[in-house]
């Protein structure tokens, strides 16, 4: 069936240090992959997408990768702040609706 | 605050007992999703409008479950009869369908509920 999961529950790094969260899925039809960020008590918020035709896409601090081979998904942020701690989740968007089917959620926390 | 808003933010009801959430989208977004998401896992596709028109209902949404977004602005979630499986938060997201990223959801904060 259709999934979209994480690797590891949890991630803690050190402020300052790069950070890389990935996210395995199954379903190759996808036509965007999300990365979002969701703090406590707060709903999730987009952070960058990768369209299914694309290997990699930079914004400001954070780069996604994506292998279609392995059906991987890897987001990347440089020089973590205190301000990166939260749950991040890797969605997909597939169809005319474009609905989300997101993955479990890996907490990242900073270190100071 | 011009972002999604959602009421109301804590509802603790009585197994059995019917309640009802709304959404406020980005006012000019026209399309509307609810999610369900429970602890520790990703939010979980509910239903779908364009304007007032409801296009996709996931099969989580039992006969229970009724969304409407009568004027396609503001959309209403009840549940009926609860149950303590339906504790959950529940969030509400829009979109602009003809936007530059047409599939970029805006969350709003979420209703927890919690059924006793």
């Known amino acids: 069936g259709e999934s979209v999961g994480l690797h590891l529950p949890t991630l803690s790094v050190q402020e300052g240090d790069n950070s890389i969260i990935n996210c395995a899925y199954s379903?190759?039809?996808?036509?965007?992959f999300i990365w979002y960020k969701q703090e406590s008590g707060k709903g999730p918020q987009f952070i960058i997408d990768i369209r299914s035709n694309m290997d990699k896409r930079q914004g400001q601090r954070v780069t996604v990768l994506l292998n279609k081979t392995v059906k991987h998904l890897s987001l990347q942020i440089a020089a973590t702040q205190p301000g990166d701690s939260a749950v991040y989740f890797c969605a997909e968007v597939k169809g005319a609706n474009s609905k989300l089917t997101f993955g479990k959620g890996i907490t990242l926390s900073v270190r100071p | 605050d011009t972002g999604v808003s959602q009421n109301p933010r804590h509802k603790i009801t009585k197994r059995g007992q019917n309640v009802t959430f709304r959404c406020d989208p980005i006012?000019?977004?026209?399309?509307l999703y609810w999610y369900r998401q429970t602890l520790g896992q990703g939010p979980e596709f509910l239903t779908y409008f364009q304007n007032e028109a409801q296009l996709e209902k996931s099969r989580l949404l039992s006969d229970r479950f009724s969304a409407e977004r009568p004027k396609g602005s503001f959309s209403t979630l009840e549940i009926q009869r609860t149950e303590q499986g339906d504790s959950a938060m529940y969030l509400c997201?829009?979109?602009?369908?003809?936007?530059?990223?047409?599939?970029?959801?805006?969350f709003g904060p979420g209703t927890r509920l919690t059924v006793t």
């Open positions: 006012s000019e977004h026209n399309r």
């Open positions: 997201a829009s979109s602009l369908r003809s936007g530059v990223v047409p599939y970029e959801q805006y």
């Open positions: 379903n190759s039809a996808s036509d965007y």
